[in-house]
Every structure is written in structure tokens, then in C-alpha cells.
């Protein structure tokens, strides 16, 4: 299977990974590589084979546990404010990119006040 | 070298006491870690325990941090231990530090971590094996009895058979993945590294076990996996999978052959088992994993922990810049794969045909253990490697796991046990496989091979010239 550049950037933009131009042709040409290898899955004969495994994983009891602490949570977040998660503007085409800014890194232990 | 590292834990642990123990652990991290870079993180003030453990760096834990080997995770401290974490500390286990791996568990050699590659202590200029290579190198340059790694495809065997150590993976779904940061989770499990298959049984009979937390965990009843350490192979039937064994040449190949002797002078009987399928693991592997890790990566967007970008001025930035700058290349390789194999046009080509080859797989494996307990081949068709050999040709890197993949696809069982050295001083190893839930099978055997042969006595250059 030959993946040329266009294909590479169709996969990118599906995976959300940014790369350069170089980045991007290295990358069309290793899967290339690999997937020539793995192309020698077409001469299995798979009749009678399913994709889907027979065992089906079990679910829990649909009932509330305690959940993470929201300190500890907050602690990992590249950006956070108020007990929430702090991301730029969803909606696209209006003045700006505002909410992204200084103060949205505010560690919670100083937000006492806001509670 | 302290005479008590030398020896497995479960004699070890009769001779000192715990912070006795763990301060020689730490003594010894201090000493070698800097020319074999396994671990990450040290916990210098770990609690006293019976059993120092060394915990790969994608089993999350509360008291140090867990990168996955990542940049992207570099800064990660989880808010709970993971259930087989937990289970260790329940039973006086200190967790004393955090080990290197190939990022995301993505890899043959640990060369694709973010922080440097581990080291193998046979020969640092060579790979530690991967993805699990700071467990293996830890447990082999006897830093800690006891380490735990993780498996997709051969990720503990493999390095425990780089490093003439033993690596461990149970049958799917025998310890809880709660906790175990996500790649293929399919095929993904907790495994064990040790300096001996007592201390392997032993260590499972801790974390093996249903979990609440990971509906995949089985209810099937765990514990007494050291019962038949002593019984020997008399009477026991093993395979040889001739497709995997018989291309193999050279040192490998006799030390196989001397191996399986072993095995039939304890009694045991041999034959040779079809498995015609096996030659098609690596491809299967790689549409499978792949397409899996491209769902289970998607949740590093920059948005709720890792790393976020700070070009980005967008949500979709946010996202791209953020993967972008904090996924290493064979990280990126695998999604771009896995995405690749699961879009619109070409799942049924690839992630479907792939998953209907695997299933003639688990059936052809299913059918060979109708006439024997246990199948053998080597762990690797090959020695370690000099570091830098593969880096170039990531087809050569996948194909270390040739004899490891099978069982993560098929779901069952392998244990690594050394089973020599090539003519230039490196470990080799015999690689066993049982049916699902045939862990005491395969320590029964592995049990018999250590002690018929001692492999595991001999030491690093490093250690014994000390």
C-alpha cells in the first residue's frame, strides 16, 4: 500500500498531529514500508473467521462511587479555573482567543474565595 | 555486591529485614543507575518493605510520577495507584522507584523514551530489549528482586530475555489493567520480571485477582501459582512450533535445541506442533495495537492533563501542537498507523482483515493445545543488539517480538527463562506458552528448566567483577 503525501496529511488532520513538510513525506514513507509488509495479510484465507471476538466483556452494576479528588485532578491540568477545565474559544470567528490567558493558570489552592 | 541482592526474594526476605532491605535496594540504584539509566524516578524515602518493587513508569502511582516515557506526561502525577500497585503496598511491598521504557510502551529496544535509552547490564553499549527494558536491567543488574512491566507484544518477555532475567505475561485478563495507562487494550497486561520463577508465582499470587475497576480483570479464581514448582516435567507434553523454530539458525538455534533436551531428559515428551497462521503475528500486531493506541492516545488533547502547547491559539491547535510537540516519533508512527487502519475506505482492508486472521490464530493455537500442555520456541531470534542497530528500520524493530506477539493476540500465557549465553557473553532464553489461565503449567516447567540449568546464578560482568 503506497501512502503519498496528500493521504499522510488526510491521516494527520484524522490523528490531530502536527508536522512539518519533512515530517510529513519521512512519515508517508515509513508507512508505506510497513504496510507493504502487512499487505501479506490479503493472502489468508480467513472464511469462517469473524472480526469480532465471541466473549463479550462484562459490565459493572451501574451504581455511584466516590470519584477522583478534584484537587489532585486540578493539579495535572495545563489550565484551570474555577473547578473547571480552561480551553481557548470553541466557536470560531468572533474577536478572539481571550479565555487562554494569564488568568486561567491560577492554581486552585489560591481560589479559596471562590467556592 | 550485597550477598542479599544476589539472591532471589523469596530467600532474601528470610535474611533481612525490610529497611534493611530497601535500603540496599536504593544503595544499589544509587550505585548503577547512572550507567544503566532504568529507573526514572528513585524514591529515596521509600517505606520499609518485604519486597522492593521497581514499577514501570505506565502503572501509575500516587507518590511518584508516571511519563510513560513521554514528554507529553512529564510532568503527570496520578491522582490513585493503579490496582496491582495497591495490591503490593496491601501485601509490604515498597514501591522504590519508577523505570524507563520506550514511550507509551511503544517499542523493542527502549531507545523511543524521552529520557534516554536504558542500558543492558550484559553490555551497555547494547539494548536492554523493550518496552519494558528499565525493569528488565534493574532486576538483571540486581537493583531490585522484583519489577514490574507491561506487555502488548512481548514487552516484559522480550527484555527479561535480553537481559537473562525472567519476564512473565499472564493470561489476558489475570491482573487489572486499572491503573496500566492504555495502549492496546486488547492485548495489554501487567507483567512481572524476576530473577527466578519462585519469586514470579509468588509475586502473581499478590496482583493476580478480579478487579471492579477493569471489567475485562477475570473472575477466574487466582492464587497457589507456586503449588507445582517442584514437580518436575515427567509425564508433561510440550510443542515445538516448527513454523516459528525452523528458519531459526546459528547460536539460537542450539541453544534452543540443547534447551528443549532439557526438558525430555526431565521426562517430558516432545513433538512438533503446526501453527500455520504464526508467521502473520508481526502484521497482525501492527494493524491491531496500532488501531487501538490511535483511540486510546486520543485522550492527550493538552486539555485535561500532559502536556499543552503554547503556540496554540485554537481548540484544534490546542490539540495538533499539543501531540505534535509531545509525542516522539514512533509514538506518531503508530497513531498515524492505527488511524490509517481504522478510516473510511480501508478498515475492512486492514483493522478487520486483521482481526479475522487473529481469530484463525486463537483457533489454530486452541487445536495444538489439544495434544500438548505447553508450547516452546526461544524468546527472541536474537541476542541483544547495539544500541543505535534498528533505529533506522522500524519493520527490523518490530520484528524482535516475532515469538512474544502470538501469545498477547492469542491471550494466553508466557513466561521467559535464560537458557544460556551466546558465544559473546549474552543472555538467551527459552520462551514457554500454555493455554489460557495455564500459569502453573508454565512455572511448573520454568521451575524445572532453572534448576536443571542455574542460569539465572551467573551475573552481569558489571556485578561480578565487583
Not at chain 1, 102 to 113: K, Q, V
Not at chain 2, 15 to 36: D, G, K, M
Not at chain 2, 290 to 310: K, Q, T, V
Not at chain 2, 346 to 372: C, P, S, W
Request: proline share 6%.
Amino acid at each position: 500500500m503506497k501512502i503519498d503525501l496528500d493521504e499522510a496529511r488526510r491521516v494527520a488532520a484524522l490523528a490531530h498531529l502536527q508536522f512539518d513538510d519533512a515530517g510529513l513525506e519521512r512519515m508517508a514513507a515509513e508507512m508505506t514500508k510497513i504496510l507493504t509488509y502487512i499487505d501479506q495479510l490479503s493472502e489468508v484465507d480467513v472464511e469462517g473467521f469473524e472480526e469480532r471476538d465471541a466473549t463479550v466483556t462484562p459490565f459493572r452494576a451501574d451504581e455511584p462511587h466516590a470519584s477522583l479528588d478534584r484537587e489532585l485532578v486540578a493539579r495535572n491540568a495545563p489550565s484551570w479555573r474555577d473547578g473547571l477545565f480552561v480551553v481557548p474559544k470553541v466557536i470560531e470567528g468572533n474577536a478572539g482567543v481571550a479565555t487562554m490567558g494569564a488568568a486561567a493558570s491560577t492554581p486552585p489552592s489560591r481560589e479559596a474565595g471562590d467556592e | 555486591m550485597n550477598d542479599v541482592l544476589a539472591l532471589p526474594w523469596s530467600e532474601a526476605r528470610e535474611q533481612v529485614s525490610p529497611r534493611e532491605y530497601v535500603e540496599t535496594c536504593l544503595r544499589a540504584i544509587e550505585t548503577h543507575n547512572e550507567s544503566l539509566n532504568a529507573f526514572l524516578h528513585v524514591h529515596r524515602e521509600a517505606q520499609p518493605g518485604a519486597l522492593p518493587v521497581a514499577v514501570k513508569d505506565n502503572i501509575v502511582t500516587t507518590d511518584m510520577p508516571s511519563t510513560c516515557g513521554s514528554h507529553i506526561l512529564r510532568d503527570f502525577r496520578s491522582p490513585f495507584d493503579a490496582t496491582a500497585i495497591a495490591r503490593l503496598r496491601a501485601n509490604g511491598a515498597a514501591i522504590v522507584g519508577k523505570t524507563n521504557m520506550d514511550e507509551f510502551a511503544m517499542g523493542s529496544s527502549n531507545e523511543h523514551s524521552a529520557f534516554g535509552p536504558a542500558r543492558n547490564p550484559w553490555d551497555p553499549s547494547r539494548v536492554p530489549g523493550g518496552s519494558s527494558g528499565g525493569s528488565a536491567a534493574a532486576v538483571a543488574a540486581r537493583m531490585v528482586p522484583v519489577a514490574l512491566g507491561s506487555e502488548t507484544g512481548g514487552s516484559v518477555r522480550q527484555p527479561a530475555a535480553l537481559c537473562g532475567v525472567v519476564g512473565f505475561k499472564p493470561t489476558y485478563g489475570r491482573i487489572s489493567r486499572n491503573g496500566l495507562v492504555a495502549f492496546a487494550s486488547s492485548l495489554d497486561q501487567i507483567g512481572i520480571v524476576t530473577k527466578t520463577v519462585r519469586d514470579c508465582a509468588e509475586v502473581l499470587e499478590i496482583v493476580a485477582g478480579h478487579d471492579p475497576y477493569d471489567s475485562t480483570s477475570s473472575s477466574e479464581p487466582a492464587g497457589e501459582y507456586a503449588h507445582d514448582l517442584e514437580r518436575g516435567v515427567q509425564g508433561m507434553r510440550f510443542g515445538i512450533v516448527s513454523k516459528a523454530v525452523d528458519r531459526l539458525e546459528g547460536e539460537v538455534r542450539a541453544n534452543f535445541d540443547a534447551a528443549v533436551d532439557v526438558l525430555r531428559r526431565g521426562g517430558a515428551t516432545i513433538e512438533q506442533v503446526s501453527i500455520p497462521t504464526i508467521g502473520y503475528a508481526i502484521a497482525i500486531y501492527y494493524i491491531v495495537a496500532n488501531a487501538e493506541a490511535s483511540a486510546n492516545l486520543s485522550r492527550f488533547d493538552g486539555i485535561r492533563y500532559g502536556h499543552r502547547s503554547e503556540m496554540a491559539r485554537t481548540l484544534s491547535e490546542v490539540y495538533d501542537a499539543s501531540r505534535g510537540e509531545g509525542f516522539g516519533a514512533e509514538v506518531k508512527r503508530r497513531i498515524m498507523l492505527g488511524t490509517f487502519a481504522l478510516s473510511a475506505g480501508y478498515y475492512d482492508a486492514y483493522y478487520g482483515r486483521a482481526q479475522r486472521v487473529r481469530a484463525k490464530l486463537r483457533h489454530e493455537f486452541a487445536e495444538a493445545f489439544k495434544g500438548v500442555d505447553a508450547l516452546l520456541t526461544p524468546t527472541t531470534p536474537e541476542p541483544a543488539f547495539p544500541i543505535g542497530a534498528k533505529t533506522e528500520d522500524p519493520l527490523a524493530m518490530y520484528l524482535s517480538d516475532i515469538f512474544t506477539a502470538p501469545a498477547n493476540l492469542v491471550g494466553i500465557p508466557g513466561i521467559a527463562v535464560p537458557s544460556g549465553f551466546s558465544a559473546n557473553g549474552l543472555p538467551l532464553s527459552l520462551q514457554v506458552m500454555a493455554p489460557h489461565f495455564g500459569e502453573r503449567t508454565l512455572f511448573r516447567a520454568g521451575a524445572f528448566f532453572e534448576r536443571e540449568t542455574g542460569y539465572w546464578r551467573t551475573l552481569p560482568p558489571m556485578l561480578a567483577a565487583r
